[in-house]
T-cell receptor
Framework: TQLLEQSPQFLSIQEGENLTVYCNSS?????LQWYRQEPGEGPVLLVT?????EVKKLKRLTFQFGDARKDSSLHITAAQPGDTGLYLC????????????FGSGTRLQVQP | GAVVSQHPSWVICKSGTSVKIECRSL??????MFWYRQFPKQSLMLMAT?????????EQGVEKDKFLINHASLTLSTLTVTSAHPEDSSFYIC??????????????FGEGSWLTVV
């Protein structure tokens, strides 16, 4: 059972369209990260959110952390082919091993 | 930013042999390193957490005698896949948590290592 569920699992859209990826959990996290991963490479950190309700923008990407720190969303405006990749959310807890727990992943394909 | 390097980037080994993957933090000290495994088109699954100078903590279902982890220094952790089988073929990724103030508690990822067992 995945602790963090992402939806959708796969998304294929046309260049210029908007999209939202959701990351949901029943657990509370002290922080949540979003990564993008290209095939055969390690994940690359996009953003970290730590405060409930926090919204961060990174150019055309908008990240939001839920008020209860159990969920997050990533919104991409005017998607471009260069946005194609695997998007992963990952949560960090204050207790235990303090390892990142990754979501199930969303594979995005942006067609030119 | 902080850099974590893995070596080798890819390796092919024969079934029954052992293979070692290294994870190095190049410009910071890492008290904790994490090893993940990723199968094609799937997410990263935590295998174990290793702390410098102590035994690794393995996740449920991960065989500690098969996946030997050593974290002998603050900049190096190794994962040895012993008696490898084709089903061990996967993408192995390490990450490291910084100790120094500049790196804070941020977790940095390596580039990953492809293991193919034939």
């Amino acid at each position: 059972t995945q602790l963090l569920e992402q939806s959708p699992q796969f998304l294929s859209i046309q260049e210029g369209e908007n999209l939202t990826v959701y990351c949901n959990s029943s657990s509370v996290f002290s922080s949540l990260q979003w990564y993008r991963q290209e095939p055969g490479e390690g994940p690359v950190l996009l953003v970290t959110v730590v405060t409930g309700g926090e919204v961060k923008k990174l150019k055309r990407l908008t990240f939001q952390f839920g008020d209860a720190r159990k969920d997050s969303s990533l919104h991409i405006t005017a998607a471009q082919p260069g946005d194609t990749g695997l998007y992963l959310c990952a949560g960090l807890k204050d207790t235990g091993r303090r390892a990142l727990t990754f979501g199930s992943g969303t594979r995005l394909q942006v067609q030119p | 930013g902080a850099v974590v390097s893995q070596h080798p980037s890819w390796v092919i080994c024969k079934s029954g042999t052992s293979v070692k993957i290294e994870c190095r933090s190049l410009d910071f000290q890492a008290t904790t390193m994490f090893w993940y495994r990723q199968f094609p088109k799937q997410s990263l699954m935590l295998m174990a957490t290793s702390n410098e100078g102590s035994k690794a903590t393995y996740e449920q279902g991960v065989e500690k005698d098969k996946f030997l982890i050593n974290h002998a220094s603050l900049t190096l952790s190794t994962l040895t896949v012993t008696s490898a089988h084709p089903e061990d073929s996967s993408f192995y990724i390490c990450s490291a948590r910084g100790l120094q103030q500049g790196a804070g508690n941020t977790i940095y990822f390596g580039e990953g290592s492809w293991l193919t067992v034939v």
